[in-house]
């Protein structure tokens, strides 16, 4: 059974302040999403990473997979209230199901 | 609104009844992914199909559960005689094809008393 394990699993921290979240695996995944998650809502799709290695940018979120394409890390710089939610890492192998993290639980303090 | 629908958005159930739980995808998507999530935990693949056929049911109890998607209409997740433990929310998510991204519904949340 293929395992991810999100760190932390709860985040609570001071607006501007900047912070990570890692998303570990000892199995190798063709691609790795991450999601965000509201209170009763469904995740939404935030980013893909297909390439060991690989680096993507959206605003202030910086996503980047691991070389061997087990881990991933989700950085924020400069968090806002906004950024508060759930936030979960999803690893694909092939065509079919994705695999989820636990989810990080981030709050972001005025 | 092209996004995935899922119906109800909220369902209460007594134990020992049924539960059918409602899934259209997107727009130009026939492949549907249902997944469980229980509280505080993260979500858990169940089932995936596409039109008239059943891909891989690996994460479905093997009793009590069923799941299809027929050539017409929205794709249904079936729980007979539903126990307290099946209380959680179930997300329905849609793809293009194999291997493309997975864009998900709001999920139902299912209660039993």
């Known amino acids: 059974t293929q395992l991810l394990e999100q760190s932390p699993q709860f985040l609570s921290i001071q607006e501007g302040e900047n912070l990570t979240v890692y998303c570990n695996s000892s199995s190798v995944f063709s691609s790795l999403q991450w999601y965000r998650q509201e209170p009763g809502e469904g995740p939404v799709l935030l980013v893909t990473v297909v390439t060991g290695g690989e680096v993507k940018k959206l605003k202030r979120l910086t996503f980047q997979f691991g070389d061997a394409r087990k881990d991933s890390s989700l950085h924020i710089t400069a968090a806002q209230p906004g950024d508060t939610g759930l936030y979960l890492c999803?690893?694909?192998?092939?065509?079919?199901?994705?695999?989820f993290g636990q989810g990080t639980r981030l709050t972001i303090n005025p | 609104n092209a996004g995935v629908m899922q119906n109800p958005r909220h369902l209460v159930r007594r134990r020992g009844q049924e539960a059918r739980l409602r899934c259209s995808p997107m727009?130009?998507?026939?492949?549907v992914y249902w997944y469980r999530q229980l509280p505080e935990e993260g979500l858990k693949f169940m089932v995936y199909?596409?039109?008239?056929?059943?891909?891989?049911e690996s994460g479905m109890p093997k009793e009590r559960f069923s799941a299809e998607f027929p050539k017409e209409g929205p794709s249904i997740l079936r729980i007979q005689q539903v126990v307290r433990g099946d209380s959680a929310a179930y997300f329905c998510?849609?793809?293009?094809?194999?291997?493309?991204?997975?864009?998900f519904g709001p999920g139902t949340r299912l209660t039993v008393t």
């Open positions: 999803a690893g694909s192998q092939g065509a079919q199901k994705l695999v």
């Open positions: 727009k130009g998507h026939s492949h």
């Open positions: 998510a849609s793809s293009p094809g194999p291997g493309y991204e997975q864009y």
């Open positions: 199909l596409q039109k008239e056929n059943i891909i891989d």
